[in-house]
């Protein structure tokens, strides 16, 4: 089994940042890749951003330019540093991990935009 502990969400105000943080822990042999996704009430969940083991990036366009991902391989942990947010950036932010067989998801933080 694999535990994926989330942190970071908050409210900040529009142009504000934060930094989501998600550490896996458990029986992880091999991580492929880690990611963000996210979610409002009455959309499908989307992707945010992912990082693969050999460190290569994609960003959703709505994001790029603000958001960076980036990974602690030695900790099993992965980052979200969110920059220059806006209110439609307001969502519940999901980790996920993918090992070679199975995937994983944090249990969500919510992130809130707003003056």
């Known amino acids: 089994q694999v535990q994926l502990v989330e942190s970071g969400g908050g409210l900040v105000q529009p142009g504000g940042s934060l930094r989501l943080s998600c550490a896996a822990s458990g029986s992880i042999f091999s991580i492929v890749a880690m990611g963000w996704f996210r979610q409002v009430p009455g959309k499908p969940r989307e992707l945010v951003a992912h990082?693969?083991?050999?460190?290569?990036?994609y960003y959703a366009d709505s994001v790029k330019g603000r958001f960076t991902i980036s990974r602690d391989n030695a900790k099993n942990t992965v980052f979200l540093q969110m920059n220059s947010l806006k209110p439609e950036d307001t969502a519940v932010y999901y980790c996920?991990?993918?090992?070679?067989?199975?995937?994983?998801w944090g249990q969500g933080t919510q992130v809130t935009v707003s003056s």
């Open positions: 996920k991990v993918d090992l070679v067989r199975e995937a994983y």
């Open positions: 990082i693969f083991k050999g460190g290569s990036t």
